[in-house]
């Protein structure tokens, strides 16, 4: 009923940056936060940002100044603006949203299939 598509990863070096994005789509009523996890090998899924649909923005602390996330609520989308890439942002990031689906009465959480980050000199 909902799909996350994320795209925008990749490989790059120490410094460098990208952005990624993750559209929603399918039987849409109402979107409410939407975010983006990581992964890396061995590791947790945590949190790296979110954002409320009026744009209230939470960073995790190892990303704040560095990261940006935004969204285009007319296109739902999330992005994920990365700036100074270190190794150790290096993982799989999962774009997640919270979502009302038409005839629904209730949000649900949503994750998108994952986008590679790899930051290697």
């Known amino acids: 009923q909902v799909q996350l598509v994320e795209s925008g990863g990749g490989l790059v070096q120490p410094g460098e940056s990208l952005r990624l994005s993750c559209a929603a789509s399918?039987?849409?009523?109402?979107?409410?936060?939407m975010g983006w996890y990581r992964q890396a090998p061995g590791k947790e899924r945590d949190l790296v940002a979110r954002?409320?649909?009026?744009?209230?923005?939470t960073y995790a602390n190892s990303v704040k100044g560095r990261f940006t996330i935004s969204r285009d609520n007319a296109k739902n989308t999330v992005y994920l603006q990365m700036n100074s890439l270190k190794p150790e942002d290096a993982a799989v990031y999962y774009c997640?949203?919270?979502?009302?689906?038409?005839?629904?009465?209730?949000?649900?959480?949503?994750w998108g299939q994952g986008t590679q980050v790899t930051v290697s000199s």
């Open positions: 399918g039987r849409l009523f109402s979107i409410g936060d």
């Open positions: 954002i409320s649909s009026d744009g209230t923005t």
């Open positions: 997640n949203a919270v979502v009302m689906v038409l005839g629904m009465m209730t949000y649900n959480a949503y």
